[in-house]
């Protein structure tokens, strides 16, 4: 048993100090993450712009819908 206890008061010690983050810190460190995320995403859109412009993807339903809409006018059916 004396194993035991000394593993439930391992587990009961309070973990280590972590150092508080003020909300001015946390809204820059959330603004730099959006604006991050903001760019990558920018930049994946551009890349499949260039590459549907050069035809080396496929196009999905929406883009095709977005680029040649005559594709599905119904009017002749």
Same mark, same amino acid.
């Given at each position: 048993?004396?194993? !035991?206890? $000394?593993?439930?008061? %391992?587990? !009961? #010690?309070?973990? +280590? $100090?972590?150092?508080?983050?003020? +909300?001015?810190?946390? /809204?820059?460190? #959330?603004?730099? #993450?959006?604006?991050?995320?903001? $760019?990558?995403?920018? %930049?994946?859109?551009? #890349?499949?712009?260039?590459?549907? $412009?050069?035809?080396?993807?496929?196009?999905?339903?929406? !883009? /095709?819908? /977005?680029?040649?809409?005559?594709?599905?006018?119904?009017?002749?059916?």
């Amino acid at each position: 048993m004396g194993a !035991e206890e $000394a593993k439930v008061q %391992e587990n !009961e #010690k309070p973990s +280590p $100090a972590q150092n508080p983050m003020s +909300p001015a810190q946390f /809204l820059a460190w #959330k603004r730099r #993450k959006d604006a991050d995320a903001s $760019a990558r995403r920018d %930049e994946v859109a551009r #890349k499949r712009a260039e590459d549907i $412009a050069t035809g080396a993807v496929q196009m999905n339903g929406r !883009e /095709l819908f /977005l680029h040649e809409p005559w594709v599905f006018d119904n009017s002749r059916y």
